[in-house]
């Protein structure tokens, strides 16, 4: 079925280790975001990419990288993990130009619990 | 920094009540959307709205845009356990970056058989 795959489904980490969330999307969209979920916080944007070469950061890109080699993928890179990570992390994707038809097409989530 | 604010941010109720839930901004929108999102998945697109004064309907639940399109509700008629789920607007903003939407913090609603 076409969407927004996300890989992992589940991660534990230690303080200090590297990891890389995959998402993957079949729509050919040009507009892929990485958010985190944490209770009473609300979806957060972390990066964002409106193309092939192209990325953003958004509210909270801090000990995240990203990087959009092609328009299918945007994996997103935890340099060194910390606790303040944990989090549930979403990737979403949408046609850029037709967001308020389409909306975001959300994965199902990657939950991070770093220790 | 522009807000979307949304009440009650929980809300327990018995099936077959209504309810009401409520996103507010300051800012006004070009096109506002509502999401739901069930435990350990992502949130999924209910609705969009456009025009102020605008009403949807999808099934139990009715949309509202405000006319001045700051802000919009969503009520839900005779409640289901299935209706259960956090509840997410979301408004877009013309101009730069009308691709990016803001996220309120959600509703979080259960249905109590």
């Not at chain 2, 409640?79 to 209706?83: E, F, M, S, Y």
């Given at each position: 079925n076409a969407g927004v795959t996300q890989t992992p489904k589940f991660q534990v980490l230690k303080t200090g280790q590297s990891m890389t969330l995959q998402c993957a999307q079949d729509?050919?969209?040009e507009y892929m975001s990485w958010y985190r979920q944490d209770p009473g916080m609300g979806l957060r944007l972390i990066h964002y990419s409106v193309g092939a070469g192209i990325t953003d950061q958004g509210e909270v890109p801090n000990g995240y990288n990203v990087s959009r080699s092609t328009t299918e993928d945007f994996p997103l890179r935890l340099l060194s993990a910390a606790p303040s990570q944990t989090s549930v992390y979403f990737c979403a994707s949408s046609p850029k130009l037709r967001v308020s038809v389409y909306g975001y097409t959300f994965g199902s989530g990657t939950r991070l619990t770093v220790v | 920094t522009q807000l979307l604010e949304q009440s009650p941010q929980f809300l327990s109720i018995q099936e077959g009540e209504n309810l009401t839930v409520y996103c507010n901004s300051s800012s006004v929108f070009s096109s506002l959307q509502w999401y739901r999102q069930e435990p350990g998945e992502g949130p999924v697109l209910l609705v969009t709205v456009v025009t102020g004064g605008e009403v949807k309907k999808l099934k139990r639940l009715t949309f509202q845009f405000g006319d001045a399109r700051k802000d919009s509700s969503l009520h839900i008629t005779a409640?289901?356990?299935?209706?259960t789920g956090l509840y997410l607007c979301a408004g877009l903003y013309s101009?730069?970056?009308?691709?990016q939407l803001t996220f309120g913090k959600g509703t979080k609603l259960s249905v109590i058989p």
């Open positions: 729509m050919n969209h | 409640a289901q356990p299935g209706d101009g730069a970056g009308s691709y």
